[in-house]
DNA sequence: AAGTGGTCTAGACCACGAC
DNA sequence: TCGTGGTCTAGACCACTTA
């Protein structure tokens, strides 16, 4: 049995305003109600609505007006990503209009080569659970991903690990260790022999590297992984609110 | 340091934080004071304190532990960018510790290719003032950007345009438009002959090409722009705060 | 002039981590 | 247990846009 929090109300708050936005309540271009009648429709304070309201503007989501109101931007469904989150790439895929599924190749102990040791600050030769896994949008492949998590992070007792989770989930289920931030390197790169050959591309077309390491709240890192991303395929679209 | 009125308060503290992390008042590693604390200290409420930091935090230049304290990210040193300074090459240059510098190659008034009369909403063959623009770190040419700016949009009595601000300097000198939001795509692509002439590459490197369209509040578009990032010169590296 | 979002305050209580 | 950050409230006043 497992304990159970109460919801937080911003949170709530959140979930209700996104699903209205989804589903048109909120048309795209249309005012929503001003931020006093939010306030009283939920019957929360007005400083969680703004709370709430500014999250979903630096997203992209809403635009506010000063002295007009607050409007659904239109232009959201062109647009798959907002840069925080850029390590979710199920849920990119999913924003695209697209079915995303994951597919194991490879998931074994192994010693780190020496990116994987450097990144992770370990002694070189250390064991790593490396994990080699394929994206797919609508059966297509999209993103080869390789992630290096140290073996003393994981539960061992909890093996064999599921490949097709997502890292958010995986490491909730197989580690105690929490992710604070993480940091993204972007790149362009060329399709090797053997990349090519899983993305179904002409060996040597350019593609999107995007190598992350993520840390914990001790400024420990706690997974590196390379991706290689087929911008062809799928675009990488990003809104950033004007801060 | 002292609080003033005529500058939102939040904004000064902000500027008073983000200066004693720059000058090691708290260094890295560091705990900072309790926003209890730091309330008292500067005078302001906790709230405002509040807000500042988790706007510090966004940028991945914090991190709070509940029950603990509010520490300074170790490895801020690394990264050039943060969730929605992608737009801001001079800044992205500076802060990876070198110099930035704008060459103009060209600007001038021309009708509006098909790709940028699209991206502008614009009637095919309509004018635009085009800007062909070289950013330098340290002398070495990294980024080559592209813009297209509707003709009317600009204060034409204010010519001639100076080719080397910052795309927000220039839009506040000769326009009375205000950016709320930008939507940016990401691509790998190859240096044609032309690019990697003015990057100083091989012709054929892979290159991150970044389209960026940037909306006013009224979701106009008001500039957009194609930019070639030469990834070997210039790392892209970016924190995102695990929301 | 009325209504909107923007800023700020002064407090309350809770959840968590270190001691 | 104590101090920290996390959440939330109720209300004040300001700045801006629109009518």
Known sequence: MSITR???IAEQVNQILRTRIRDGSYAPGKRLPSE???SRQLDVSRATVRTVLAGLEAEGLILRKQGDGTYVNLRIQD?????GGLWEFS???ESSGRQPAIKELTIQPRPADDNEAECLALPLGSLVLGMERLFFADDQPVIL???AIPLHFLDQ???PFDGRLHIREFLRRYSNRKIAYAITDLRAALATERIAQFLERASGS???KIAITFYDRDNRPIICGQS???DAALHLRLVQAWG
């Open 145 to 147: 991903v390789a992630n």
């Open 228 to 230: 290689y991303y087929d």
């Open 91 to 93: 849920r990119l895929i």
């Open 6 to 8: 109460p919801t937080p």
């Open 79 to 83: 647009v798959n990503t907002h840069l």
């Open 206 to 208: 350019p593609l999107l």
């Open 36 to 38: 006093s009648e939010l």
């Open 157 to 159: 007792s909890a093996a």
